[in-house]
């Protein structure tokens, strides 16, 4: 299958936090990429250059820090460099954040996207490719899944964010004709998660022997996505998705919260020789988070069937890796603040 748009030259937003910089990460390993990145991002509190470790001076790498609100900023990259496409990962993305204050989200993640939506208008060339989350359906029951036809129901302030930046992407493509691709993914988990999410949290946690909070009776359901099968699907998209069409990327592994974390415990313990029961001790179900949605899940046949992408990483061996990583890296975001 040939590349329906070869991409020479990309610029990535957001590429200094969780997701973005594994995207970078995986792409400058790549042989067949001969390419170059922009890397754009504010390095705000949950981005870090530490994430590019290894890369950050990378001769087809350019690192920028910047907001994606400046539209003159992202307009004089694109013309700088050449842009082929933009790969946005640039978000707002903890709900417990959102709950508090929704104003950042309306900010980076609508204005943001207009702002970039701007951009490309001005230079329909480029092609854009928004990354969003499966949090824009709403909650599932006990049975069913997401598909890209599913409805729009938003529970949280940062899911709403995130479907009105989609409607923009849509909005945009349909009246201007820019060329875009979007992809909703379910729950990330990987090195270098800021450790505000549920899996890097528990883990370091665990590590310093502190309280495990585990919202309601840990009953709530995900779908977990390793990070580097999502940034594959995400490259997959770029190359060969069809111009103006919608995936959905998931990792074929729901468990519920609870379980989760005891897979955690027992994951840590076997690596660590901590004792299992005394982590279990530390379980604290706290109350639970407003409008919490109870089931996520993906079905993924589109992206499958059309571009051949499949999850690679069971997630007991993503565990594992993820695990064995922040072990191997106690100091990282050692003095995180997090919402309880």
């Keep these: 299958m040939l590349p329906l748009r070869p991409l020479a030259k990309l610029l990535v937003t957001g590429g200094a936090g969780f997701i973005g910089s594994a995207f970078i990460r995986y792409l400058l390993r790549q042989a067949a990429f001969k390419g170059s990145i922009v890397n754009l991002d504010l390095l705000s509190y949950a981005g870090s250059l530490k994430n590019l470790e290894g890369f950050q001076d990378h001769p087809r790498h350019r690192f920028i820090q910047g907001d994606i609100l400046n539209q003159d900023l992202v307009e004089k990259l694109l013309l700088d460099f050449e842009i082929d496409a933009i790969v946005h990962f640039a978000a707002e993305s903890h709900v417990d954040r959102s709950i508090a204050s929704a104003f950042p989200f309306i900010e980076t993640n609508i204005k943001g996207t207009l702002s970039l939506l701007e951009a490309v208008r001005k230079m329909p060339h480029v092609h854009f490719h928004h990354i969003s989350t499966d949090e824009v359906y709403g909650s599932l029951g006990e049975s069913g899944t997401f598909n890209e036809h599913s409805p729009y129901r938003p529970n ?118 901590k004792d299992p029961a005394f982590l279990s001790s530390l379980i604290r179900f706290v109350t639970d988070r407003s409008g919490h949605d109870f089931r996520y899940a993906i079905d993924i046949s589109k992206i499958q069937r059309e571009l051949g992408w499949s999850p690679r990483t069971a997630l007991k061996d993503g565990l594992r890796r993820t695990i064995r990583w922040y072990l191997k890296s106690k100091s990282y975001n050692n003095n995180f603040n997090y919402i309880k």
């Excluded at 923009?168 to 349909?174: D, F, G, M, T, W």
């Excluded at 691709?181 to 990987?190: D, M």
């Excluded at 665990?206 to 779908?223: E, Q």
């Design 156 to 273: 949280s302030p940062y899911s709403a964010s995130k479907a009105a930046s989609d409607h923009l992407v849509r909005a945009y493509a349909q009246t201007y004709g820019l060329s875009t691709t979007l992809s909703h993914c379910s729950n990330n988990y990987g090195p270098c998660q800021y450790p505000e999410k549920f899996i890097p949290l528990m883990i370091l946690n665990c590590m310093k022997g502190k309280a495990l909070p585990v919202y309601g009776r840990g009953a709530n359901i995900r779908d977990w996505l390793y990070v580097d099968d999502h940034t594959e699907a995400i490259w997959s998209i770029l190359q060969f998705g069809k111009k103006g069409q919608t995936y959905d990327i998931g990792g074929n592994a729901e468990i519920k919260n609870l379980d989760l974390l005891y897979l955690i415990i027992e994951i840590l313990s076997s690596e660590t020789k």
